[in-house]
């Protein structure tokens, strides 16, 4: 893999204004600036791997969907150009691109192509009908991972992943189906959430008895266009037992990601490693400026499944542990984002960042930059 670039870190640099966490109107802003303009994490290719699939998400504001129209994938804006309703009403499933207010059905250029009663009530002939395509979205494909675009213009997916695209197309080799799923709300700013991902500063104090012990604590990052990645050696018993458990359950490990390795694809996609072993795959979705939901995917590098080494049952023992210590840890960067959250709101001076956030110094510079402030 090609290597990424190396970034120098400033000394105690002031961070964005606190009002950037909770003022509606930069909330708003940012989901027109930021989210419409990113390309943003929308889930992986298997949930749209068969015709008709299709997923909907909810981007800068704005209702999106992806589908597979045989075998293509086309992301359009998720508004009914009949008279605004939704058309794809679940966050996935499989079914036409039909509008369940009055039938409009749409092909994979977004044209309504079934209108019940045309002919009698809107007599649009093709160009009438083109003129009522839906709007569309683009689509960007790495590895295993969808992306989604709200704006028409922007770089290409492969450029604005930069040298981390190796990461995920890697990760999507070894990682193949999540074994856990689930969404947590927490009562903070996206923001508030992707920092406490971004340093491994708080662990001990935070993390005591769970992602402490997991890590060395040593941390090394580097940096790609609005990305960055940090690495912390896996602690000696940690690595002897994932080892061990990849070795008895015939897991295949990643052979690169031997650490703690852990991606940032700005703005919002969180990508854990253990140890080769384990991935986590996280975004943490704005609600509003004051909510946000924290989505979670857990993987283990089993591509045989059930089927593999060892059986079902002990590959039950060691999900259930990856997923028990996942959650519990999350819980405290919840309870540590909410209370910071709770404090931004009373103050107008910004955080101070050290050396040793200096993933927070890039995400919050790179933030500054597309919101032009
Ligand atoms: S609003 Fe969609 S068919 Fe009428
Ligand atoms: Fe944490």
């Keep these: 893999m090609e290597s990424a670039l190396p970034f120098v870190a400033a000394k105690a640099v002031p961070g964005i204004d606190p009002a950037a966490y909770h003022d509606p109107e930069i909330f708003r802003a940012e989901e027109e600036r930021v989210f419409r303009h990113a390309w943003i994490f929308a889930g992986f290719t298997d949930e749209l791997a068969r015709p008709n699939d299709y997923l909907t998400r909810r981007v800068g504001g704005l209702d999106v969907l992806v589908q597979n129209f045989d075998g293509e994938l086309r992301g359009f804006r998720n508004v009914c150009t009949h008279r605004f309703a939704m058309i794809h009403r679940a966050p996935r499933g499989n ?81 193949v189906r999540p074994f856990d799923e689930r969404s947590m709300e927490w009562a903070a700013n996206w923001k508030m959430g992707v920092e406490s991902v971004l340093e491994v500063y708080h662990a001990d104090l935070t993390h005591p008895t769970t992602f402490r012990k997991l890590v060395k604590g040593d941390w090394r990052c580097d940096y ?36 703690y390795d852990h991606l940032h694809i700005f703005p919002n996609l969180e990508i854990g490693f253990t140890r080769g072993a384990v991935m986590s795959v996280q975004t943490y979705d704005p609600l509003g400026p004051d909510r946000c939901a924290l989505n979670l995917r857990l993987f283990l590098a089993d591509p045989d499944g059930d089927s593999g080494k060892g059986g079902p049952a002990a590959r039950r023992l060691i999900e259930e542990g990856a997923r028990d210590l996942n959650v519990a840890l999350l819980r405290e960067d919840q309870e540590a984002s909410e209370l910071a959250f709770r404090g931004c709101r009373q103050t107008g001076r910004p955080a101070l960042l050290g050396q040793n956030e200096e993933r927070i110094q890039q995400f919050h510079a790179v933030w500054r930059g597309m919101m032009e402030v």
């Design 95 to 175: 079914g036409m691109l039909r509008c369940g207010y009055h039938g409009w059905t749409f092909d994979r250029d977004g044209v309504p192509y079934g209108i019940p009663g045309n002919e009698a009530n809107f007599g649009l002939d093709r160009e009438g009908r083109c003129g009522r395509a839906l709007t569309p979205v683009a689509v960007g494909v790495c590895g295993r991972f969808v992306f989604l675009r709200v704006a028409a213009e922007g770089p290409d997916l492969g450029d604005w992943l930069g040298v981390y695209a190796d990461v995920l197309r890697h990760a999507s080799e070894i990682f």
């Design 224 to 259: 790609d266009g609005a990305h960055s990645r940090g690495v912390t050696g896996v602690s000696d018993k940690s690595a002897r037992w994932w080892d061990g458990v990849s070795e008895r359950l015939g897991f295949r490990p990643s052979p690169i990601l031997r650490d």
